[in-house]
Every structure is written in C-alpha cells, then in structure tokens.
C-alpha cells in the first residue's frame, strides 16, 4: 500500500525558514508533490519533485530524495499568510495521487 | 479562463439516502479527480475520469460511482449513504498533456454532513 509521513504541526515566527519532511512508502513512484490549503479553502498546487535534487519557486523549495523516499518542503522568509496546512502527495501508476495526513503550519508574529 | 467549480456547496443527507455531487473542470482539462476528505485528514483519492472512462480508483466501495461527460464535468454518486461519508468531498482538474507534475486544481468543495 501507500502511506507517507509528516508531522502534524509546526509553529515558526514571521520572517523565519521552516522546513517540514515527508517520508513515503509507495509502488510505482513517480514523483512528489506539495499542496497548501487553507481553512475553509481548496489545496492549491506548490511545487513538484520527479528527480532527486532542490526545485526553488521564490520563496518556496522542494527537495527530493528518492533512495531515501524522502523530501521536504521549505519555506522562507515566512509570512502570516503562510499559515495553512501543507500536504505531501505521491504520484503514482494507476494515475493516483495519495496524500499524506498534512503538516498545521502556524506562522506567529 | 474558468477555474473548476463544485455544487451544491453544502448538503445534508440521512443515512441510508443517495447523492449526487457535480463538478465543472477548468477550461482545457480532460480529466477529473475526485477526493473526499475528513476533518483534519489529508485527501483520500475515489477515482479518476479521463474522456468518459474511470482511469483509475482508490480503495473506495461499489457505492460509490462516477460520471463524465463529453464536456469533461463530472458528477460522483454515493448510494447507501453512511455517518462516516459525512466529509468535504473535492474535485481536481488537470489534463493528462501537460506535463509530468499532474498539477491538479481543486474545486471549493461540497460539505457533505450525513445525519
């Protein structure tokens, strides 16, 4: 089956970096993504990973690891509108795409 | 350019009834997903259409079925409904030609409370 990890809430100032980690367990892997979703709101896309290696989108970057079925997701120079759930998702062969349980971001001034 | 839309935005169903989800996909997308997910959880994927056939399903029961349509909106069904298919039930859009990321783009949602 499908699982991934992450956990489950991270609290960080405005102006900080946080990074938060996803391990996953998969069949038929072709890549990692990074959604955020805000309460009350739908999962927006972030970014994508199917190399190993860092993808940076201003402030945003995703790094992946596939030997290690392994990445994060980490943000600079953090805003109050960053506060918001981020999930990892697996993109596999059935055209499925599993999401992890979510990481509660909460960004204080 | 449209972004993808869902309706109703609230439901309230007694066990035991049936309902029926729809969602319109972003302008140039041909394929559809949908999620449900519950308070707090991450989205749990149902299925999957790409021109009018499932191309692909979670581990979801029978009672739960899908549509689409030749202009690539969607509806899910769910029969027998059941208290723990009370959740926020979301569509995704994307198009299977636009590259290896799958960006999907995710509907508002339906909130779904069975009594």
């Known amino acids: 089956g499908q699982s991934l990890e992450q956990p489950s809430e991270v609290t960080a100032v405005e102006g900080a970096i946080v990074q938060i980690n996803c391990t996953y367990q998969?069949?038929?892997?072709?890549?990692l993504s990074w959604y955020q979703q805000h309460d009350g709101g739908a999962p927006t896309f972030l970014s994508y990973?199917?190399?190993?290696g860092l993808e940076e989108t201003g402030r945003f970057s995703s790094f992946l690891s596939r030997s290690d079925s392994y990445g994060y997701l980490l943000l600079q120079e953090l805003q109050m509108k960053d506060s918001a759930s981020y999930f990892c998702a697996v993109f596999n062969a059935g055209n499925m795409l599993t999401f992890g349980g979510g990481t509660r971001l909460m960004v204080k001034p | 350019e449209t972004g993808v839309t869902q309706s109703p935005t609230h439901l309230i169903k007694t066990r035991g009834q049936q309902v029926t989800l729809r969602c319109s996909s972003q302008?140039?997308?041909?394929?559809v997903s949908w999620y449900q997910q519950a308070l707090g959880q991450g989205p749990q994927f149902i299925f999957q259409y790409y021109r009018e056939e499932e191309n692909g399903r979670g581990n979801f029961p029978p009672r739960f079925s899908g549509l689409q349509f030749p202009n690539y909106s969607s509806e899910l069904n769910v029969n027998a409904l059941e208290l723990d298919d009370s959740a926020l039930y979301l569509c995704?859009?994307?198009?299977?030609?636009?590259?290896?990321?799958?960006?999907?783009?995710f509907g508002p949602g339906t909130r779904l409370t069975v009594l």
């Open positions: 998969t069949s038929g892997f072709y890549g």
């Open positions: 995704a859009s994307s198009s299977l030609t636009s590259g290896p990321s799958n960006e999907q783009f």
């Open positions: 302008s140039g997308h041909n394929t």
């Open positions: 990973n199917a190399l190993d």
